[in-house]
């Protein structure tokens, strides 16, 4: 039951989130006062899905560094740097979107991305491998890059940002590859497939909780509400197109260039909007949460062209 549950949820998956962030804004009032639980249950949805992460995927990784590396530097260095460029031109005199739209970009990458690597048949390996080392690396990379970039302009407390994406990302991720070394990779099949449902029911409840926080923002739609919404958008659909593009001209094996392609669009969207919930003003906390809207929709339809696209490769 639990296993045909877990197909249907990831064929819902471009709606889930979507669907979340609305339940948030009309329900803000009874929802708001829950968002104490959203590490934990973050925590959680990090253990499950670390369930599949081996300490060999990271070492073959490493070896074969490239795909590693490319994957890095897109998260890290070149969307992040395009985020605030986009961001200081269209929002000049606001520093807080701009920190908002930064922030959706320089978190780590979705492990959501897994899910759709393994749809499209990629190096499942090389996902976990970047989605591990990129979620071990972040409580560093993540207040190193906020702090140079806007650290003159708005305000934040780089130790509790270091410290919350420790316990909610970090320390779940180890403890669920040492479970998969000490069984031997047993137990994703039989732990791993039953909480993978509530895994993916854990990010509906996340994205639910920390939308009703900054439910003011969202109710009443403006031209600026339009403008951050559409920036958000064309930034992410640069995301995807750029990892498309790298992993195409390095010439890599299509397995690869699908785990790039998944792992270099997508961002832990959810670990990004509890960073902005709890250790920033609201309204930087407005891109992130739009992004929401988007990340998994784009997921499907990058994922539908890029198909087709090898599918005639492959043919000529």
């Known amino acids: 039951m639990l296993h045909a549950l877990n197909k249907k949820l990831e064929k ?7 669907s979340a962030v609305l339940i948030g804004v009309l ?53 992040p740097l395009w985020a605030f460029g986009m961001g200081s031109i269209v929002f000049p005199e606001d520093g ?5 739209l930064l922030l959706a970009m320089v978190i780590p990458t979705g492990i959501t991305s897994f ?15 970047i989605i591990l080392v990129d979620t071990i690396l972040s ?26 994406l420790m316990w909610m990302v970090v320390i779940p991720s180890i403890i669920g590859m040492i479970c998969n070394h000490v069984t031997k990779g047993t137990i994703k099949d039989t732990l791993g497939k039953r909480l993978s449902p509530f895994s993916k029911i854990g990010i509906g409840v996340v994205v639910a909780i920390n939308s009703s926080a900054v439910a003011p923002y969202l109710k009443e739609f403006s031209p600026k509400l339009f403008m951050i919404a559409f920036t958000v958008l064309f930034i992410a659909v640069s995301g995807f197109a750029l990892a498309w593009l790298l992993g195409t001209m390095l010439k890599q094996s299509r397995d690869t260039k699908t785990s790039l392609l998944f792992t270099g669009g997508m961002r832990n969207i959810s670990a990004g909007a509890v960073i902005a919930v709890h250790y ?14 988007f ?8 994922g539908f062209l890029f198909h087709r696209r090898e599918l005639r490769m492959e043919g000529n």
């Open 12 to 18: 819902l998956m471009p709606f889930i989130t979507p």
């Open 27 to 79: 329900f803000a009032s009874s929802l708001s006062h829950l968002t104490f639980i959203v590490p934990w249950v973050f925590a959680f949805m990090t253990f499950s899905g670390s369930l599949s992460s081996n300490f060999h995927s990271v070492k073959k990784a490493v070896s074969f560094p490239v795909p590693l590396l490319t994957s890095l530097l897109i998260l890290h260095i070149l969307m």
């Open 96 to 100: 807080l979107t701009v920190t908002g």
């Open 115 to 129: 899910v759709w690597v393994t749809i499209y048949k990629g190096n499942i390996g090389l996902a976990l491998s």
């Open 139 to 164: 409580p560093f990379i993540v207040p190193a890059s906020l702090s140079f970039i806007v650290g003159q302009k708005v305000e934040m407390d780089s130790w509790s940002i270091m410290n919350g």
């Open 280 to 293: 920033f003003p609201a309204a930087v906390a407005v891109p992130v949460v739009i992004g929401m809207l």
């Open 295 to 302: 990340q998994q929709v784009l997921a499907s339809f990058f």
